[in-house]
């Protein structure tokens, strides 16, 4: 099945492509189709709304996903908002610099966390699958390593050994990420419907 | 249409009924189903199991939800335990306790939570209808209120004027749950799917 991958991020394309090989041939989002505005309630809601706006713009399926990470210490937030944590503009660097002021004063037992990514397939005829991931772990005190993006650099999960997401190579970062489990789900769950 | 309800407990029934009138047809689970062993590892993947069994045994479409308290002071726990929050065979009187008691020395302020309910609305013919909704509170120091189920004695709304879930009505409940987005949500994409 040839499927349009949402993400305009090629660090994301690529860790997609490498969890959905052998199961969906992903093709790069065209260019001329506009960003949509993530405003739904929920990560499910905004990975829908990515999925089906590029279903309406290319009459193929399509796959999105919208991640969130919610800090304890912080009472959920950044959650949905987690893109534009540090304002509707900010970058990733401004985004991490944010998070790591706001727990300055927080202890390392205190730092849990977790990443939660849901993903949809939707379909032109208007069926979808949806899949999600998660994954536990903990804010670290500064930044480490230079792979991955997003929060990588900040986060150590607890499955792992004490590195960040950001110091492991991509395919230990799958093993365990959220959005490695979620498109694993979603590719058993598309295995399961042939 | 007419749907199979994966619930066996009379006021959720009673509770989805309400939020899906005119939607669809409840039809209550036959009771020779047998329950399903919810083993997986996100509230998804629990109202898939719930939903996939129901539509195996009846041949009728069929929904499930599942529902995650996540307190922030606790890590995020009970999350996809929350039925079992106090032990395999615990009440929810058992769990409310366990909570509160796990709560004892955590202020007012710190005590925030959030209730997330996924809901999955599965087809004979393998498809099906992921809607999600989340409710963000606070856990108050003592149970309050008698109506509702679960941990809604324990649980405040954010969006409300300070009572628990079990000291509303159900339609003010409804008006800001967890369980009543998720069905709206639900509701709304069987609309547009029309």
Redesign the interface.
């Given at each position: 099945m040839r499927v349009v991958c949402a993400s305009a991020n090629p660090v994301k394309v690529r860790e997609i492509e490498d969890l959905l090989v052998g199961v969906v041939e992903l093709l790069p989002r065209p260019a001329h189709v506009p960003d949509v505005v993530e405003d739904a309630?929920?990560?499910?809601?905004n990975a829908r709304l990515k999925a089906r706006a590029l279903v309406a713009a290319t009459g193929l399926p399509a796959v999105a996903d919208d991640t969130g990470l919610?800090v304890?210490?912080l009472?959920?937030a950044p959650g949905v908002r987690t893109a534009r944590f540090a304002g509707d503009d900010a970058s990733y660097a401004d985004n991490r610099r944010h998070l790591l002021d706001a727990l300055r004063e927080v202890p390392g037992a205190a730092r849990?966390a977790?990443f939660r990514t849901?993903v949809v397939l939707a379909s032109p005829d208007?069926?979808?699958?949806?899949?999600?991931?998660?994954c536990?772990g903990t804010i670290a005190e500064s930044e480490r390593g230079d792979r991955g993006f997003g929060y990588d650099a900040v986060f150590v999960p607890g499955d792992g050994d004490g590195r960040t997401f950001a110091e492991m190579t991509i395919a230990d970062k799958h093993a365990m990420s959220h959005r490695g489990?979620a498109f694993r789900?979603l590719a058993d769950l598309l295995a399961a419907?042939r």
């Open positions: 309630d929920t990560l499910l809601g919610e304890d210490a009472g959920g849990t977790r849901v208007g069926h979808e699958i949806v899949a999600e991931g998660e536990r489990r789900h419907a």
